[in-house]
């Protein structure tokens, strides 16, 4: 599949990578608009994870290209793409524990292109959970608190395009919902976001495409409504 070159968003065009010898991912095609949710579906080890490390640079290519808002960044390494506008939020959350939320947070400011930065205040607006627990370690937060955390240190970098690794995983119910509201509420800002998600109920209350991915290859591509309609495709390639 391959996807025509945006001029405003996130442009992945015929990108393979792997691991060693081995290509875990296979000309992968997608394009995120700005205030776009793609969701980028899959079962476990199907290269959801490895597409988004390709995207940001932490995997070599061995073919294709990324291209954010029409510059192709595929030769920067990690930090020049996030200078490009795209931000990471990694499965694993690597937040630094030994800091305080509020220090987390102080880590990964960078200044924005224009005036609407975005703040502890307004982060803290956005996630009320962390606001009385800007003092503590992040060791202490719960599950969700962290999850939280490490989606609010990465908005501090003012980035335009954001991947987002499996968010919704291991978190209560409760937390799943709140964690819906606040990417409906960055998807109103005008965000892009890459979703890798395995919680197809999540997926649906916030995305507006969806790609599956099985094998390392893209299998499917469409809405969230064509793909709700589509019992044979949920079955056979999301069904545990």
């Not at 996807?3 to 996130?10: D, E, M, R, T, V």
């Not at 607006?125 to 627990?133: G, Q, S």
């Not at 995983?169 to 990417?183: C, F, K, R, S, T």
Request: net charge neutral; charged share 20%; proline share 5%.
């Amino acid at each position: 599949m391959t996807s025509p070159q945006a001029a405003n968003g996130l442009t992945i065009e015929n990108i393979s990578a792997g691991y060693g010898q081995a290509l875990a991912i296979r000309d992968i095609s997608l394009t995120v608009a700005p205030g776009q949710v793609v969701a980028l579906l899959g079962r476990n080890g199907a290269g959801k994870s490895t597409t988004l490390k390709a995207v940001m640079g932490m995997l070599h290519l061995r073919s294709g290209s990324v291209s954010m808002d029409g510059v192709t960044v595929s030769n920067r390494p990690v930090h020049a793409r996030a200078r490009t506008g795209i931000g990471y939020v990694p499965e694993d959350r690597r937040i630094f524990t030994g800091l305080t939320v509020s220090e987390n947070l102080e880590a990964g400011r960078r200044p924005a292109d224009g005036t609407d930065a975005w703040t502890p205040k307004k982060l803290f607006d956005l996630f009320p959970n962390l606001a009385p627990a800007r003092d503590r370690h992040a060791a202490q937060l719960s599950g969700g608190e962290q999850q939280m955390l490490a989606l609010a240190r990465t908005l501090m970098g003012n980035p335009r395009m954001l991947l987002l690794d499996e968010p919704s995983e291991g978190l209560a119910p409760v937390i799943v919902d709140a964690l819906a509201q606040v990417v409906k509420t960055l998807k109103q800002e005008g965000l892009g976001i890459l979703l890798c998600e395995q919680n197809t109920v999540f997926t649906a209350k916030v995305a507006d495409r969806a790609a599956i991915i099985e094998s390392g290859s893209l299998q499917y591509e469409g809405s969230m409504s064509e793909l709700a309609l589509d019992d044979a495709v949920r079955k056979r390639y999301l069904a545990v």
